[in-house]
């Protein structure tokens, strides 16, 4: 039979699998840094929890069921967070949690999109607070450059903002859902295509030119914010809140990473207040996001007759995978290879014992290879260190250590192993 | 709506989830040490690979089946892994890999038995040697015993044995997988259903009685091997192999931990030599298993015109927490809550900065709450310390430590608190 994956979705060999694990690791030791806590919900939520009408009609085609059962695989971390809360009503306040997980959307496959893929997500419920935004935009932002990821911007919008501007430009309230979703695929369509589709709800065409106009135009944050106070009505405030918002940022050392972005729409329904991605710049041209958030109020409210505040983040740990993977791939997480000759098994295996019981990660010998062999395999592997165990070294009780790049060789005890070891 | 989880699948709020990371990652640091490497395989797979023969028809009505697509969910992580190896020719060999990930099985939930749970596996591709064996038993066990899990036996059993003793009691070649398939329940249904079923089968009474008394028989391992070879004929050569792995296994510290079981059969279809169960005990019963594994020299072969030999063992992460979880079970991970009053939003920032710089896990307030409700929220999340940030502090450039057990507060400069909890 052929053996083969479902279209969509990949394996991660070896080393793959080393560079995404690691990078999983450097985001969720920076969100545990921040004060964030872990929960883990399943992978499979009942289909009415994800069909929830704040979850957006657009993307239920997308969602995978479960054959016989009322039950699909979660499209997000965002929905059984709110599901979670929902039903936990005793949970202390601020909820500060993060989660790391696969997520499945039966979406069609391009370059950097997959139908399962990993996603880590921190979000605050319960507070209301700006500092909430700051928190969880400054967390994932600096746990990429940890990863060494610097070229990256924070494009940010306020749906009220949005709101707002839209009803300044005539799009009727009753349209502004379907005006928010349009608009979000400006980077995707272009303009000409996003205006036909407003024309379509019935926003007039010079109205429709004014509205891109001004939410294309260029210029730096603290201009855009005082263009728009003062072209449209009642965004006084919220644009205070932005100008407050990237000043807390500054305090992360991230004030210079921000764009005011009045295009940004975030096609999500539930979003209704600040709006983010976190992007990557290739060429000027704009790559897919490697990030998102918002503040998301009436979520929670879904699924609960109390509502709460909430704000969040998510970072593709498969997209930053994709981007810098290759570059940060380890052939090896090994730090020494066993070998042995004869019957110098027992010896190799306490040897690997004490080399293990010192956190020192140990790949032995399991086959009964001559030693050009076993040396073939771990240069194979990438491992920088073999411990050869022969009769010699037995009887001397000592280990015979080859440095793979240098090729020279050693006759040690184990504690000057251990100590060689420990030094990389 | 009803904010519920579909049947036999559980959440993990913030403590619970903790635990359960943290028994993670021990168990993968483990396998790491032990020279293993990860791979990650979709939680999709095709139900042509979920449904290849050597995985047994028994569990086929177990598998999620997605609406629409010709794929399921993965019922375990060793089909992925041949399919993996299958479709991957040119890997080095011994593969030697390891994997932590979900898998779902649509049985019927009861105690510590879940729809989707979490696994943690290790395999050796490509070598028959029975120090794969060795490994791949020796590195869960420590796991568990760096779990603090002490109290658990290695039921081990061999294939071979098994179908030569069925032989020689009378049980035709034709029916012995059924017959491997029932003795598997013995534990469960107990002998007398057990005997009743494979007289179903053909076997007479009689036969049945001295099957079962025979590989029920109690005795030191030694006595158990001797016996065997001198009563059933052809098995002297595995029983040696039996003697020298438990031997090896004494290499590991594990010798004391073995028991010979000949009534261990292990349901699945694709065992083809050693077979094992990590199992607990409780008041001289056994408990569900927490691991098992076994050599499985055909499976890959299943995928591929080319077989390769390979032996494996799993641990059930979910099942170790749920019986060490609740003990283990840590409130926090944060090591400080930085609390602030009036305008010192900024200083407190900063001190936070500094402090996760310094990799200490630091909660920062983002509530508008006075002091006494943010030392409430520290003391309800379990947070030891607490650094008070005000104006005092911030004019004389010092933190306020607050010990939340003794109540103790110190002044000290941000390198004193820095040094004062990574003393922790």
Redesign the interface.
């Known amino acids: ?6 279209r969509g ?6 080393s ?3 560079s ?2 690691y990078i999983a690791g450097v985001v969720e030791e ?1 969100f ?15 289909t ?2 994800l069909n ?1 009408k704040a979850y957006g009609e657009e993307s239920n085609k997308e969602i ?8 699909g ?1 979660r499209y997000d971390l965002t929905v059984p967070l709110a ?2 809360v ?3 009503r005793s ?2 306040l ?1 909820f ?2 993060y989660q790391l997980g ?1 997520i ?1 959307r039966k979406d069609e496959p391009q370059r950097m999109r997959y ?2 893929f990993m996603q880590a997500d921190l979000d ?1 419920v319960g ?1 209301a ?1 700006l ?2 935004e ?2 969880v935009i400054a967390a994932p932002l ?1 746990a990429l450059e940890e990863l060494g990821i610097r070229d990256y911007v924070l494009l940010i919008n306020s749906r009220k903002l949005l709101q707002a501007i839209l009803k300044s430009f005539g799009v009727p309230e009753a349209k502004e859902v379907a005006a928010i979703r349009i608009i979000d695929k400006l980077q995707k369509l272009g303009r000409e295509a996003v205006q036909k589709q407003l024309e379509g709800l019935g926003v007039d065409t010079k109205a429709c030119e004014q509205l891109l106009g001004f939410i294309e135009d260029d210029g730096d944050n603290g201009e855009k914010l005082a263009r728009l106070s003062a072209a449209v009505e009642g965004t006084k405030d919220e644009a205070g809140n932005m100008s407050r918002l990237i000043e ?1 940022l500054g ?3 991230l004030g210079g990473k921000v764009i005011v972005d009045f295009s940004l729409a975030r096609g999500l329904d539930y979003y209704t207040g600040f709006v983010w991605e976190f992007a990557m710049m290739e060429n000027g041209k704009r790559l897919p996001s490697i990030g998102s958030g918002g503040r998301y109020d009436n979520l929670v409210g ?3 007759s109390k509502s709460l505040p909430a704000v969040g983040s998510s970072i593709g740990i498969t997209r930053v995978f994709d981007l810098i993977g290759a570059k940060s791939m380890m052939k ?3 730090g020494v ?1 066993v070998a042995f000759i004869g019957d110098n ?2 010896y190799a ?2 040897v690997a ?1 004490t080399l ?1 019981g010192n ?10 290879r001559n030693l050009s062999k076993q040396l073939e ?1 771990a240069g ?2 990438g491992i920088k260190h073999v411990a050869i165990i022969g009769d010699k070294e037995r009887l001397a009780n000592k280990i015979n250590l080859r440095n793979m790049i240098s090729g020279a060789e050693e006759m040690l005890t184990i504690e000057e192993v251990v100590a060689e070891l420990k030094k990389k």
Do not use: H
């Open positions: 039979m052929q053996p083969s994956t479902p979705v990949r394996d991660y060999g070896p793959e699998a080393i995404l694990r920076v545990k840094r921040f004060g964030f806590y872990p929960i883990e919900t399943p992978a499979i939520e009942n009415a929890v929830a995978y069921i479960l054959e016989g059962e009322a039950a695989l599901r979670f929902a039903s936990n949970l202390v601020p500060k949690r696969a499945w139908r399962e605050v507070s607070e500092d909430c700051a928190e600096i807390m305090a992360y050392g879904a699924y609960s090896t997480q090994a290879f098994r027992g295996v306490s014992n293990r956190g020192i990660y140990a790949d032995l010998n399991c086959m009964r395999y194979a592997m």
